[in-house]
């Protein structure tokens, strides 16, 4: 520390009584930079060979009490010397590796000079020697980073957070954003951060904003297992009963045993693929553009058996479609494609859109009057994630009013038998059988951890331990993109900590 005349002031050093206790630990100090200065270390090294004596008025480390001068001639002996060295050194290594630790753990290294700067006085000739012993030491620190500190997060991002508390680390969390918005991932065309009930970030890619209606594709398939619930609670269908089909109930068909809740877990055994080789070979691409386009239905309720119902997993867009069609013989017996559109639309929008306040969602049907219930819900950013935030509290709105019963989400996220990852139409945090591909995060994030997802990259991530929802929306093609966007995912979601 310098004192009001530039020079360099003697209090920032412990003084001891005798020239072997001259080593100390001096706490932070700056230097003087005129010529004339020198610093601590040199003085010290000076006293330690000068034969002149230490002043009398020199302070033990009882108080400052007038001493005898001390010459030369009273200095300890070499060897204890060095051995008060030695201590003195010792303790530094000590404190000097605690703060190291400590910026590994917090994620942020110490500046090397303020531990520098606490190290006891020591001749030139073993300065080298500790800069070969610390540097390994240093290196290992900075690799556990890579390339050292991480890049501050991109203007986009940070101007993306919610003003005030947004419940984790502003920078933390604009990287993370940056990550989803990589082009490593894909484009990244909507994403929304709800932490309870307030929306904490959003950003959109050029060209889309916040009143954009998406495609959910796939995301669309939770849709209809809540349109399912919401039937069952009124009474106007059953889990466990065969789906109530016209089709499937003449005599003899072995599709007549297959139930609702088959249907849910994807557990039906009919015949289905959902991509083929080209890709419009698949079930899903000819029901939605080709031969199967104007009666959906039809078209998935006609495939055969390919297994037991009950037995195997098979994920299907196909699957959805009856679903859709099961819902819509529920709310109307006519045929007429006009009403049974007005029938599914009307309940959609009175009883899951309109008090979810989804303002922007519109549906599509085919042109038998059937929602296309596997893939073809359009809504904004903002409205999925309200569909999104009612499945985090249970069914409940954010006005508080119930949608569906909470026992109905509780069995959506319950996995299924026949693939642990896969609940009724919800995507689960856990580990899929050896084979299968991985869809989320498990052991990155909570297994209590569900999601909607959809075709090249649709998210509605929930995570009711976080009070948390995450929405992305974009495009995303090819496996090492979807798998880049999947570790982005995962790395947002690790911002937020449990909720309280």
């Given at each position: 520390m310098l004192d009001t005349?530039?020079?360099?002031?003697?209090t920032d050093f412990a003084v001891v009584s005798s020239l072997s206790e001259t080593i100390a630990i001096p706490s932070t100090k700056s230097f003087s930079q005129s010529p004339s200065s020198r610093p601590p270390m040199k003085r010290?090294?000076?006293?330690?060979?000068?034969?002149?004596?230490?002043?009398?008025?020199?302070?033990?480390?009882s108080g400052c009490q007038p001493q005898k001068a001390i010459t030369a001639t009273s200095a300890p002996p070499p060897s204890t010397t060095l051995e008060r060295v030695?201590?003195?050194?010792?303790?530094?290594?000590?404190?000097?590796?605690?703060?190291?630790?400590?910026?590994i753990f917090a994620g942020d290294l110490p500046w090397v000079g303020n531990v520098v700067d606490q190290a006891p006085v020591m001749p030139r000739r073993v300065l080298p020697i500790l800069a070969a012993v610390l540097l390994p030491v240093l290196c290992a620190c900075d690799a556990t980073d890579g390339a050292g500190l991480p890049p501050p997060p991109s203007a986009e991002s940070m101007a993306a957070l919610a003003k005030g508390d947004i419940g984790a680390s502003r920078e933390n969390l604009a990287r993370a954003i940056d990550g989803v918005f990589a082009q490593e991932a894909g484009e990244t065309r909507a994403l929304i951060v709800m932490h309870g009930t307030r929306i904490v970030a959003e950003r959109y890619g050029e060209g889309y904003a916040d009143d954009?209606?998406?495609?959910?594709?796939?995301?669309?398939?939770?849709?209809?297992?809540?349109?399912?619930?919401?039937?069952?609670?009124?009474?106007?269908?059953?889990?466990?009963?065969p789906a109530p089909l016209p089709r499937w109930q003449r005599g003899g068909?072995?599709?007549?045993t297959?139930?609702?809740?088959?249907?849910?877990?994807?557990?039906?055994?009919?015949?289905?693929?959902?991509?083929?080789?080209?890709?419009?070979?698949?079930?899903t691409p000819r029901m939605l553009y080709l031969d199967g386009r104007d009666d959906m239905a039809h078209y998935a309720e006609t495939q055969p058996l390919d297994a037991d119902p009950g037995?195997?997993?098979?994920?299907?867009?196909a699957t959805s479609v009856i679903l859709s069609d099961v819902a819509t013989r529920a709310l109307t017996s006519s045929e007429k494609p006009a009403e049974r559109q007005a029938a599914m639309a009307g309940y959609l929008h009175e009883r899951l859109f309109g008090p979810l306040g989804m303002t922007s969602a519109v549906p599509e049907f085919d042109a038998r009057g059937t929602f296309i219930g596997g893939s073809m819900l359009h809504a904004t950013a903002r409205d999925w994630a309200k569909f999104g935030a009612m499945l985090r509290d249970s069914g409940l709105a954010e006005n508080r009013v119930r949608v569906i019963p909470r026992s109905w989400v509780r069995f959506m996220i319950t996995p299924s038998p026949a693939d642990p990852a896969y609940g009724a139409h919800l995507w689960l945090n856990r580990t899929r059988p050896e084979g299968r591909e991985p869809v989320l995060f498990p052991?990155?994030?909570?297994?209590?951890?569900?999601?909607?997802?959809?075709?090249?990259?649709?998210?509605?991530?929930?995570?009711?331990?976080?009070?948390?929802?995450?929405?992305?929306?974009?495009?995303t093609r090819g496996e090492e993109a979807e798998s880049r966007l999947r570790e982005a995912m995962a790395t947002l979601l690790s911002r937020f900590p449990k909720a309280q």
């Amino acid at each position: 520390m310098l004192d009001t005349s530039g020079t360099l002031a003697v209090t920032d050093f412990a003084v001891v009584s005798s020239l072997s206790e001259t080593i100390a630990i001096p706490s932070t100090k700056s230097f003087s930079q005129s010529p004339s200065s020198r610093p601590p270390m040199k003085r010290q090294e000076q006293a330690m060979r000068a034969p002149k004596a230490v002043p009398a008025s020199a302070c033990d480390v009882s108080g400052c009490q007038p001493q005898k001068a001390i010459t030369a001639t009273s200095a300890p002996p070499p060897s204890t010397t060095l051995e008060r060295v030695r201590a003195g050194w010792r303790e530094w290594v000590v404190r000097a590796g605690f703060e190291l630790l400590g910026g590994i753990f917090a994620g942020d290294l110490p500046w090397v000079g303020n531990v520098v700067d606490q190290a006891p006085v020591m001749p030139r000739r073993v300065l080298p020697i500790l800069a070969a012993v610390l540097l390994p030491v240093l290196c290992a620190c900075d690799a556990t980073d890579g390339a050292g500190l991480p890049p501050p997060p991109s203007a986009e991002s940070m101007a993306a957070l919610a003003k005030g508390d947004i419940g984790a680390s502003r920078e933390n969390l604009a990287r993370a954003i940056d990550g989803v918005f990589a082009q490593e991932a894909g484009e990244t065309r909507a994403l929304i951060v709800m932490h309870g009930t307030r929306i904490v970030a959003e950003r959109y890619g050029e060209g889309y904003a916040d009143d954009t209606r998406f495609v959910g594709w796939s995301l669309t398939k939770t849709v209809t297992g809540v349109v399912i619930g919401m039937l069952i609670a009124d009474g106007s269908l059953a889990l466990d009963q065969p789906a109530p089909l016209p089709r499937w109930q003449r005599g003899g068909d072995p599709r007549a045993t297959i139930t609702v809740r088959e249907l849910l877990q994807m557990r039906s055994g009919l015949r289905h693929e959902e991509v083929g080789e080209p890709n419009y070979t698949g079930d899903t691409p000819r029901m939605l553009y080709l031969d199967g386009r104007d009666d959906m239905a039809h078209y998935a309720e006609t495939q055969p058996l390919d297994a037991d119902p009950g037995k195997d997993w098979n994920y299907s867009s196909a699957t959805s479609v009856i679903l859709s069609d099961v819902a819509t013989r529920a709310l109307t017996s006519s045929e007429k494609p006009a009403e049974r559109q007005a029938a599914m639309a009307g309940y959609l929008h009175e009883r899951l859109f309109g008090p979810l306040g989804m303002t922007s969602a519109v549906p599509e049907f085919d042109a038998r009057g059937t929602f296309i219930g596997g893939s073809m819900l359009h809504a904004t950013a903002r409205d999925w994630a309200k569909f999104g935030a009612m499945l985090r509290d249970s069914g409940l709105a954010e006005n508080r009013v119930r949608v569906i019963p909470r026992s109905w989400v509780r069995f959506m996220i319950t996995p299924s038998p026949a693939d642990p990852a896969y609940g009724a139409h919800l995507w689960l945090n856990r580990t899929r059988p050896e084979g299968r591909e991985p869809v989320l995060f498990p052991g990155k994030a909570s297994d209590r951890v569900f999601a909607m997802l959809g075709f090249r990259g649709q998210y509605v991530v929930i995570s009711p331990e976080q009070d948390l929802v995450i929405v992305r929306l974009g495009d995303t093609r090819g496996e090492e993109a979807e798998s880049r966007l999947r570790e982005a995912m995962a790395t947002l979601l690790s911002r937020f900590p449990k909720a309280q």
